[in-house]
C-alpha cells in the first residue's frame, strides 16, 4: 500500500511541476508576444510620422513659393536667374524627363538582356558568379560611380566627340545606367524565374523554339514583374544626385545636345540650397524642386503598388 501510495504523489507533484513550467511558458510568451507586437506597431507609427513631418514640411514649405511668383512662372519659364528674382524651373524639369528617358533607354534593353541570360539561357556556374555581381554593384556607393564618370567616363568621351568639356546628359545618362542596371536585372531575373515550368513545357510540347518561348510566352508572363523593376530603376535615376552632380556639369540651362553642360532638378537644389537663406523665394522655390521628386517617387511607387496587387490577384 505504501509504495503505490508514494508513487502516486511522486506523480502527481511532477504532473503539476510540468504544469507550472507550461504556465510560466505560456505566460512568457504572452507578454513577448505583446511587446514586441506594441514595439512594432511603435515602430510603424513612429515611421509613418517622421515621414507624414517630412512631406508636410517639404509641402509647407514649397507651397509659400506661390505667395511671391506664379505658379505658370515656376512651372512654364525657362528663365533659372535668382539674383534677378526669375525662379523658372522647366528646364530642369525637362532635363530631368530627357536624363530619365535616356537612362532607361539605354538601361533596360540591357538590362532585360541579362535578365534572360540569368533566367534561362546561362549555366549554372554562370548565374552563381553573375548573380552575387549583381547583388555587389546594387549597394556600391553613388559618389563612386560618380568618381569613376569624372575621371575615367569623361576624359573618354571628350576624345571620342571632340568636345572640350563631355559633361552632359549622354554622361550622366551612361553613369546612371551603370547604376540602375543591376537593380532592373535582379529584379527582372527573380520575375523570369518565377514564370511555372509548366508554361515553358507546354510552349516546347507545341513545338517553339527556345526564342519564341521566351519572347512569347515568358516575359509575358514575368511583365508585371519587368515593369516594377523598370519603374524601381526610374525611381532612382530620378531621385540620384551625386553621381549626376559630378558629369552633368551643373549649368542652369536647357540640354539642348547631349553634351551641353546642363543641371536637373537634383544636382540643382544640391548645388544652390547651402548657400541660400531660409525665409527667401529662393529656398521656397529649390522646396518646390525636392516636392516634386516627392511626388515623382510617390506617383512610381503607387504604381508598383497596384501591379504587384493585380499580380498577387492573378489578374
Known sequence: ???????????????????????????????????????????????????????????????????????????LSFNWTPEEEAFGAAAFMVNTLSLTALTLLIAVPVSIGMAILCAEIAPDWMKKFVRPVLDLLVGIPSIVYGYLGLTVLLPFLRQVSGESLGDGLLAAALVLSLMVLPTITRISDDAIAAVPRKYRDAAYALGSTRLQVIMRVVLPAARRGVISAVILGMTRAVGETMAVVMVIGNTPQLAKTLFTPSSVLTSNIVMQISNVEFESTWNYALHMMAFLLLLISFGLILIIRILGRKRSDGV
Not at 504572452?30 to 506597431?41: D, E, W
Not at 507609427?45 to 511668383?69: D, E, M, S
Open 1 to 75: 500500500m505504501g509504495a503505490p501510495t508514494h508513487h502516486l504523489l511522486t506523480k502527481t507533484s511532477g504532473t503539476a511541476k510540468e504544469n507550472n513550467a507550461a504556465r510560466k511558458r505560456h505566460n512568457w510568451h504572452k507578454v513577448s508576444n505583446g511587446f514586441f507586437r506594441y514595439y512594432f506597431l511603435f515602430s510603424i507609427l513612429a515611421l509613418c510620422f517622421v515621414l507624414g513631418l517630412v512631406i508636410i514640411f517639404i509641402g509647407k514649405t514649397a507651397l509659400l513659393l506661390f505667395g511671391h511668383i506664379s505658379p505658370a512662372e515656376f512651372f
